[in-house]
């Protein structure tokens, strides 16, 4: 698989993609190097490889580049519903409630450095299994408040958008958790997952948006990129209302 990508590497590209996920110094993906090559590509390659070990993975993982690390993941991804396809169907409680994968990813966060690492990934290793431990009766919500109170940023966003799975099958909760956990946020980059995830569940319930945006006027105070992204689909003349503070 490595070689594999590395034979698509597109310079042009690179620089475009480097560019676009803030690589210079100072800028949030500082460092991160590319090959240069769209996502569907990496799945496609992903998914022409033999299934393989999650220790297989861990020179992927760490790797330089970016391309390789986000290959990993879809990877990993696709190891993780192999077996949980197979721990559904056993009898054995303490297996059921053990998952090398999430380990896997939870001990590799350092490399899991940049938005779409995170969001193309988290809502299936962590969210779909959590959302499966929830169903069994486990506690989820300190496993998520632990990565919200990392001092890692990618952490944080991992935390807020893992619970997308929840949001997709109805079960706002964690979400509404956790976004509280960073709602103030200093970063650009969680006041957009926050927003996203906001405006995810006023798709599928306005009423509980509502009700999170307006419970003491919060609304009012939430940094401005959070208001746009969680309201973007009201309509025009309610979106004004939010954003001049009159509802």
């Known amino acids: 698989m490595y070689n594999q990508l590395l034979s698509k590497q597109n310079k042009n590209q690179a620089l475009i993609l480097s560019k676009f996920f803030k690589t210079n110094p100072g ?13 569907p590509i990496i799945r496609d390659i992903v998914k022409s490889t033999p299934l393989m070990s999650i220790e297989q993975l861990e020179p992927l993982i760490s790797s330089k580049w970016h391309e390789v690390r986000m290959a990993s993941l879809f990877m990993l991804i696709r190891i993780f519903k192999n077996q949980f396809s197979k721990q559904k169907k056993r009898k054995d ?35 779909e299994w959590l ?38 099958h109805n079960d706002f909760e964690p979400t509404l958790a956790i976004i509280e956990e960073n709602l103030f946020h200093n970063h650009d980059l969680i006041h957009k997952a926050n927003g996203w995830l906001l405006r995810e569940i006023g798709k599928k319930n306005l009423t509980i948006e509502e009700q999170f945006l307006k419970n003491n006027d919060i609304y009012k105070t ?13 309509d025009e003349d309610k979106r004004q209302s939010y954003l001049k503070g009159r509802i």
């Open 27 to 39: 800028e949030y993906g500082e460092n991160d190097c590319f090959l240069g090559i769209k996502v």
């Open 93 to 127: 409680p303490e297996y059921n409630f053990q998952n090398p994968c999430l380990d896997f990813y939870l001990n590799h966060t350092q490399y899991i450095n940049n938005w779409d690492l995170v969001d193309l990934s988290c809502p299936t290793i962590i969210g």
């Open 131 to 168: 959302y499966y431990l929830k169903s069994q009766k486990q506690e989820i919500i300190p496993i998520l408040k632990k990565l919200a109170k990392s001092n890692n940023m990618w952490e944080k966003r991992i935390a807020i958008v893992s619970t997308l799975y929840f949001v997709k």
């Open 222 to 234: 939430l940094p401005r990129t959070t208001l746009r992204y969680a309201i973007e689909k009201f």
